[in-house]
T-cell receptor
Framework: DTGVSQNPRHKITKRGQNVTFRCDPI?????LYWYRQTLGQGPEFLTY????????KSRLLSDRFSAERPKGSFSTLEIQRTEQGDSAMYLC????????????FGEGSRLTVL | GESVGLHLPTLSVQEGDNSIINCAYS??????FIWYKQESGKGPQFIID?????DKRQGQRVTVLLNKTVKHLSLQIAATQPGDSAVYFC?????????????FGKGITLSVRP
């Protein structure tokens, strides 16, 4: 399977706990994006990597959120001290370099904070 | 249609009919647009894209039309099938350049009646 892979697919946690999601992009893609999607809404941009460099972060990404892409391949998104408002689908996407921003999405990681 | 709260606007069509899904985008400087299809519990799936220097592009059973004068994008699906039932999002690249990313609209639910 050469698509974008995310895990875990589902995570249920108690408020205040930390969670980490992993994304493995399409291997030849050097751009990687994290989006968040809540029920009934379109995906909202969180952050973006070009290789290992994190080039942009949304204001949605509070200081409890951190994303890394240490070797320019897989990426992790960690949420510390989770809150109920963090419950959402966290989508990862990758894109090849070039003029078109054609994002290829994974199946997402659904977070439920109790 | 207009979205209200958490309820996505819905387009209901008869199987075999043509569907037209409309989207108003936000930024006249956007240079690239994509339509995505999202089925329940899955990540968005690429359908068709168009650059701002074009006004029409055709794929297999789908056509995207771009009207830059009124910032309007539409997706036409010919001979709609039950498998086309999903939520459809338009997305635009509002920041052309090195840090390009896609911004998504609210989505429209397409329901195909057998």
């Amino acid at each position: 399977d050469t698509g974008v892979s995310q895990n875990p697919r589902h995570k249920i946690t108690k408020r205040g706990q930390n969670v980490t999601f992993r994304c493995d992009p399409i291997s030849e893609h050097n751009r990687l994006y994290w989006y968040r999607q809540t029920l009934g809404q379109g995906p909202e941009f969180l952050t973006y990597f070009q290789n290992e460099a994190q080039l942009e972060k949304s204001r949605l990404l509070s200081d409890r959120f951190s994303a890394e892409r240490p070797k320019g391949s897989f990426s992790t998104l960690e949420i510390q001290r989770t809150e109920q408002g963090d419950s959402a689908m966290y989508l990862c996407a990758s894109s090849p370099s070039g003029g078109k921003v054609e994002l290829f999405f994974g199946e997402g990681s659904r977070l439920t904070v109790l | 249609g207009e979205s209200v709260g958490l309820h996505l606007p819905t387009l209901s069509v008869q199987e075999g009919d043509n569907s037209i899904i409309n989207c108003a985008y936000s930024n006249s400087a956007s240079d690239y647009f994509i339509w995505y299809k999202q089925e329940s519990g899955k990540g968005p799936q690429f359908i068709i894209d168009i650059r701002s220097n074009m006004d029409k592009r055709q794929g297999q059973r789908v056509t995207v039309l771009l009207n830059k004068t009124v910032k309007h994008l539409s997706l036409q699906i010919a001979a709609t099938q039950p498998g086309d039932s999903a939520v459809y999002f338009c997305a635009e690249n509002i920041t052309p350049g090195a840090n390009s990313k896609l911004t998504f609209g609210k989505g429209i639910t397409l329901s195909v009646r057998p």
